[in-house]
């Protein structure tokens, strides 16, 4: 008979990690299917430097690291398959990875959501090095320099309010004259005096050596082109969950985050526990996303205490 695993998560950002570490001190040997990219959203910064008892600068890369041996450490598993499918069977759920299916009573998703990307040539190189998806985490590291945000929803206006509390100067850059943001957002932005606008514009391109020092602009009406000096880049473009293969198995919304119970990581379908960006639309935030991992790991230790 095939082996039958107690919890496989799906993801191994701080979230899945997370849930690794407490599943496998309860004993129930989880297996992480960790997929193409270990790590998750986070190995793209350079620095971390908001994460609880690290007083000095770490890399988003180590730190994610020193997730994976603490979850080694008491027993998890790896393996660094993609999930294809996962359908719903007759007390376990069959997990399509590689080569193979894997059974299990229980399944964790956390794949997380990803920032979208400007989609221009020069933008991997600096993803993390001044190029950043999210103005919370990495707004710090900009005190007195230039930066502009890309975006017209209210994310953006949200990021470049927040940013004026470090920057010298914040740029919105939309490519239309319309902003999606709500009134109430945009009057917020309109009326800071440290925020600057170019719209319509567009970026074509990302400028620096190591890290970013510019970016160049084109006017879609005009067709004139500008150099912008700055030192960062936010990207406020929106997030894409990655549920698109689990859609067909629990609820979402809209968008495709993940739904789940109020105070709780369950989904719609008992057995399948969801935690971390791909059930956050609005926080997004690396010590929550860990907090929903401990979270998930709980719920799943008490749903299969309840089916024995």
Partial sequence: ?????????????????????????????????????PGGQLIVSHEVENYPGFPDPISGLELMDRFRR????FGARFRSEAVQEVKKGEGVFHIVAGDETIETKT????????????????????????????????????????VLVVG??????????????????????????????????????????????????????????????????????????????????????????????????VETDKDGFIQVEPCSTRTSTPGVFACGDICDPVYRQAVLAAGRGCMAAMDVERYLAGEK
């Fill in 1 to 37: 008979m095939p082996i039958v695993e107690n919890v496989v998560i799906v993801g191994s950002g701080p979230a899945g990690l997370t849930a690794a570490i407490y599943t496998a001190r309860a004993g129930l040997k989880p297996l992480v299917l960790e997929g193409h990219v």
């Fill in 152 to 249: 017209g929803g209210n994310t953006a206006m949200q990021d470049a309010v927040f940013l004026t509390r470090f920057a010298s100067k914040v740029t919105v850059v939309h490519r239309r004259e319309h902003l999606r943001a709500t009134p109430i957002e945009v009057q917020k932005a309109r009326t800071n005096p440290k925020i600057e606008w170019m719209i319509p514009w567009i970026v074509e391109e990302i400028l620096g050596h190591d890290f970013v020092t510019g970016a160049a602009l084109r006017n879609p009406k005009t067709g004139q082109r500008r150099e912008v000096p700055c030192a960062g880049v936010f990207v406020a473009i929106g997030h894409d969950p990655k549920s698109d293969v689990f859609r067909e198995l």
């Fill in 107 to 146: 399944l964790i998703i956390a794949t997380g959501a990803e920032a979208r990307r400007l989609s221009i040539p020069t933008e991997a190189k600096f993803y993390g090095r001044g190029i950043s998806g999210c103005a919370t985490c990495d707004g710090a590291f900009f005190r007195d320099k230039e």
């Fill in 70 to 73: 603490q979850a080694e450490q």
